[in-house]
């Protein structure tokens, strides 16, 4: 692993920490449970169907502070709104949490990774690092809770253009909310079957992308390894290629 790959790796993990301080507060505390979200979405559309969007976007909002169960949410979205509308809903509150902590890590992230890195040839290796994997990152970082909001910050840390961040964002993230809302659409107290499926496959898909990509990059590297030490001379190779 590059010496960029590294300090993006321990900023990764650092993120993540943070973000996950909230989610085991509000777990230890009782603050916020499961059953507390489903019983204001049963409420929101007891009242007005239209208001579970807005809860859902605002629960989703909330997960670029608080981890939040991003898929649940979204399944229950297209159980009280049906498909079309629940997709909608889940979409705009996920873009929106990433597209805050995008702005969030342009705007201060530079600074304090600045901070923490003063040699700025360590900033240019981080900046390379993402530059060349973060498109991929984007796409599939809903294989992990947090990964996304960890992800989207990095992005904007790391001076991501604005296009090329919505783009994979917008790839990754949508199609996840249409799935997951279609299958709450089509669950219910008597089949779940629909929900549970998604909540296996969805996570699992993209566990699976992330493997192919990671194994297939590891091939690639360990080749141009074997290429640039069979082309030294015989003096200069004192140990063997990278395995």
Known sequence: MSPGARDL????????AAFAMGFV???????????????????AHAVEPLYVAG???????ADLFVAMPTLTLAILAGYFLGTPLGAAAASVGMLSAG?????LGRRHGTTTLSRIYRDPARMDAIRAVFAER????????????ILPEVSCCL?????????????GFCIGTVPYAAIAAFSGSRSSMDKPWPA??????????????????????TEREQEKERVRFTSLPPAHR?????R
């Open 155 to 167: 992005a904007g840390a790391t001076r991501m253009p604005l296009r090329r961040f919505i783009a």
């Open 99 to 103: 597209t805050c902590g995008y702005a």
């Open 9 to 16: 790796l321990r900023i990764g993990l650092a993120l993540a």
């Open 238 to 242: 004192r140990a063997g290629p990278s």
């Open 196 to 217: 549970i499926l998604a909540l296996i496959v969805l996570p699992g898909g993209l566990w699976l992308c992330w493997y192919l990509f990671s194994r297939r990059r």
């Open 25 to 43: 507060v509000l777990r230890w505390s009782g603050l916020l449970t499961l059953d507390d979200i489903r019983r204001w979405l049963a409420q």
């Open 55 to 61: 809860v859902v976007v605002a629960l989703l909002f």
């Open 134 to 145: 973060g498109m991929f990152v984007l796409l599939v970082c809903r294989a992990l809770p």
